[in-house]
């Protein structure tokens, strides 16, 4: 007789709509998640306090009402056995420490695989402490020939670049203008020999930057 697997419930709390609704429908096609979604704090909160416990919760650390890691500390005050894990585009690596130190259970960036982020869900929700490889150590990042060319800023909007994010939504999460994102985006594909934001990703990836 085949013992069907433990269901996990998961909240994931992100305001990036696509991004959010890429991961629901990514955790929903397994067959022991189930996923409930929101994109702010205050909204998180209310779920938390009005359901069954969920299993692991993944939170944007820049999403509205999480003040930093403000948001996390409030989540873990309601729910103290819930394991809870930041997700971000923006943050450092000395925030994933403050992350972690904070009682994160897990640390993940935004360009981590859906794939991956699966199997570290499950472990987290066995009592793993996860954090993903996901920033460039910062004498990799000095060192690294295509970041050399490549000023900080532009390093940041080349990541989103390589995440599909556009213009817009670039600009939002530097907290820039969009105009400034354009300058940046054609600075940057004259320095690395880029035509467009696809070849601009290519060259990013196939030379080990993101």
Known sequence: MTVAPARLRILVADDHDLLREMLRDYLRAEPDLDVETTSDLPSAAELVRGGPPFSV???????????????????????PETR?????????????????????????PKTVTPQALVGAIRAIAQ????????????????????????????????????RGLPNKEIARDLDIREPTVKLHVKTLY?????????????????????
């Open 57 to 79: 919760i993944l939170l944007d650390y820049n999403m509205p009402g999480m003040q930093g890691l403000a948001g996390l500390q409030a989540l873990r005050e309601i729910a």
């Open 127 to 162: 009592g793993a402490e996860y954090e993903a490889g996901a920033f460039l150590p910062d004498d990799r990042m000095a060192t690294h020939p295509l970041a050399a060319q490549l000023s900080p800023r532009e390093l940041e909007v080349l990541e989103r670049i390589c």
């Open 84 to 108: 809870i894990a930041i997700i971000s585009g923006t943050a450092t690596p000395e925030v994933a420490r403050q992350a972690r130190a904070a009682g994160a259970s897990g640390f993940f």
């Open 190 to 210: 004259r320095k690395i020999g880029a035509a467009n934001r696809t070849q601009a990703a290519m060259i990013a990836k196939q030379q080990g930057l993101f």
